[in-house]
């Protein structure tokens, strides 16, 4: 008789599994609705807004016909609907169009400063998120002790700092005193890895201390929210080990929130980017966005608003992800 | 939350809150020079005539910093209480009403909060005309959206205990239930919210100053004096520090009194450890 159960078993585990799959499927679903969405808001909730883009493109030397020749020209002439349709179809190929300033492609600019970019924000998260992962567990081990309070009072003052303030203290006394550092932060064509890595130690530096005190205090937090949970707290009266109690009650429980912090950080890092490019003077997408919206050149901050808003899609998306996974509890949601 | 028993910390953060609203109320007042006059060389060094040295155009630093915590302090402040306005109003809204104008409001919500904020804030005001009120409404625009998703949570809360439900059956209208039940029931942990937001806020239009998308010159404001003194650094210059310093401070200040302002409330609920 012991077959039909195991049948009953196994049929069971591949529902759970089919479940999984298709929450998943949903959420990544979701996801793409909701880039749609932002991809409307990037370009048609701005396009609503007061003030003439002929306008603004022509500045001072407006005058009624030159601003219908350039209306023209720009192709604004024509209905929003389907300037969107078309600017939309142009990114699925990979073309955002040509910039008003240069009139060269957005494409080929946004890929090579994304590079950039993405190498900045990539070795500061290698940096940050074990340093703010350990930082944190410290401060739970030493719970109000000495470590803790210096580490939480810190870590207050670091989340007060404005980006930009850290960035150039950390000129001030690396560059400027010690002269170790290379400000600004060039890289180009050629360089190796070795010498890209040296060149943005700086930037790179700054973006740590400026994630790494808010990540900690998340980190802190989300495990204290576990170890004080009664769970925990049966496992310490059964006499278990503190090793045991952690690696076998409380890190399972602390993934999810925990990846959640890391995600949350990484998309703070992200956006943390476009302002320590421009103190570094580094040939982001960042500085390239921000370019943009001074000169008014609204092709290059369309596409730059969107890969932005689409690296911090993906990014909530994996952490949604990986806590169902973590958590059987958010399978089941009610 | 008695004043007596404020930590030290917080008398701190209260103290550094009080010196920087006195400079910007009594500015004209305690400021040597003009804020605009140009009065010196370029980047004087400090002591002498010009207590903190002068900046890239020579005028006062010390001046412009006093100048500066006007429109700083006023355009952060009026921003936080107006998103504070619109995020309460139509989070209580959704919750009071339910049902679909709940899912609409909650949904658009969540697409604007797709969109991280400063991003959303470039790509904006790259199309408005700048000023400074235009810059109080965005910032505004953009924050309330935290605060609705705050205020909703909050709300809910509420808007299931018997005293709200007690006033539905005596019939009274949606207006009164949000005004007169929901809104005296969240105003002490919204509290602590706004010292969060307003913290927030000053840092936000600071990096919009620097950036050149705040507010413009030639009135003062801390993170433009950052931007117009940035190039000094590399030649030893100090001048784009002392700004930096004075946003750091204010808003450290802040922090601390929040903190306390959290703690004191949230020592009410009990539970095991501070977590």
Redesign the interface.
């Known amino acids: 008789m012991s077959a039909p159960g195991n049948d009953q078993i196994a049929t069971s585990a591949g529902r759970s599994n089919n479940l999984l799959a298709r929450l998943i499927l949903r959420r990544i679903l979701l996801g793409f609705g ?1 880039l749609l ?2 991809s409307m ?2 370009y048609g909730g ?1 396009e609503m ?3 003439d ?1 002929a306008a ?1 493109y022509l500045g001072r030397d407006a005058t009624p016909e030159s601003v219908e020749h350039v209306r023209k020209e720009l192709g604004l002439d024509r209905p929003m609907i389907q300037r969107y349709g078309e600017w939309l179809g142009g990114i699925v190929q990979g073309d955002f169009g040509t910039s008003w300033s240069n009139h060269n492609s957005v494409a080929e600019q946004l890929w090579k400063r994304l590079g950039n970019s993405m190498l900045l924000a990539v070795a500061s998260a290698a940096i940050a998120v074990p340093l703010a992962l350990g930082l944190g567990m410290i401060a739970v081990r030493y ?2 002790r000495f470590p803790d309070r210096a580490i939480s009072i810190l870590s ?2 670091a ?7 850290i960035g ?2 950390l ?2 006394f690396f ?2 005193q010690l002269g170790v550092a290379a ?1 600004p932060a060039t890289v180009y064509d050629g360089m190796s890895l070795g010498e890209r890595l040296s060149a943005i130690a700086l930037p790179v530096l700054t973006l740590v201390v400026a994630v790494l005190a808010h990540m900690m205090r998340m980190t802190r ?1 989300a495990i ?2 576990v ?2 949970s009664p769970y925990v ?1 049966t496992a310490e009266l059964k006499g278990l080990s503190a090793l045991r109690i952690i690696a076998e009650h409380a890190a399972p429980n602390a993934v999810a929130p925990i990846v959640t912090v890391i995600a949350l950080n990484l ?1 703070a890092l ?2 943390g980017v ?2 320590i490019e ?2 570094f003077v580094y040939p982001g997408i960042g500085q390239y ?2 370019d ?3 000169v ?1 050149d ?1 092709p290059v ?2 596409a ?2 969107l890969i ?2 689409a690296i ?2 993906v990014l ?1 998306l994996l952490a949604d992800i990986v806590s169902i996974l973590a958590n059987p509890r958010l399978r089941h949601p009610r | 939350m008695r004043l007596k028993s404020m930590p030290i910390s917080a008398r701190v953060g209260a103290a550094g809150i009080l010196v920087v609203v006195a400079c910007a109320v009594f500015a004209p007042l305690i400021a040597p020079y003009d804020q605009s006059a140009i009065v010196g060389e370029v980047w004087a060094p400090m002591g002498g005539d010009f207590l903190l040295g002068t900046d890239s155009l020579g005028r006062d630093l010390l001046s412009r910093l006093i100048f500066g915590a006007r429109a700083t302090l006023f355009v952060a402040l009026a921003a936080t209480m107006l998103s504070f306005a619109i995020g309460m109003l139509l989070s209580f809204t959704a919750v009071v009403s339910g049902g679909v104008v709940d899912q609409l409001l909650s949904r658009f919500n ?3 909060m ?7 804030a ?8 700048q000023g400074t009120l235009i810059l109080i409404l965005v910032m505004a625009a953009i924050d309330s959206t935290r605060v609705y998703r705050i205020g909703r949570a909050v709300a809910l809360d509420v808007s299931v205990m018997d005293f709200v439900e007690a006033a539905w059956l005596r019939g009274e209208g949606k207006l009164w239930i949000i005004f007169r039940e929901i809104l005296p029931n969240t105003l002490a942990p919204l509290l602590g919210e706004f010292g969060l937001r307003f ?1 927030y806020s000053i ?1 936000f239009l ?2 919009l100053s ?4 705040g507010i413009q010159p030639p009135a003062a404001d801390w ?1 433009g004096m ?1 931007k117009d003194n ?1 190039d000094g ?2 030649f ?1 210059v ?1 001048a ?2 002392i700004p ?2 004075a ?2 401070g204010l ?2 200040s ?3 009194v929040v ?1 306390w302002m959290i703690n004191s409330t949230a020592s009410l609920k009990g ?5």
Do not use: H, W
Request: some cysteine.
């Open positions: 909701l969405a932002a808001l990037v701005v807004l007061p003030g883009f603004t719970r109000n207050l003052a989340v007060s700092l404005p980006e930009f303030f150039y203290l000129i001030q560059t400027v400000f937090s204290l929210n170890m004080s707290e998309a992200v956006v476009v302002v421009v103190v966005m921000v943009a919206v001074t008014r609204m901050v369309q730059c608003g932005f808003a911090y899609i909530n | 969540d697409l604007m797709s969109v991280p904020g400063l991003i959303l470039l790509v904006v005001l790259a199309v408005l005309p913290a840092l600071a990096t620097f950036l050149g998308l993170g950052v940035k650094i590399i030893g100090s784009s520090l930096g310093a946003i750091a808003v450290i802040v922090n601390l903190d539970g095991r450890g501070d977590a």
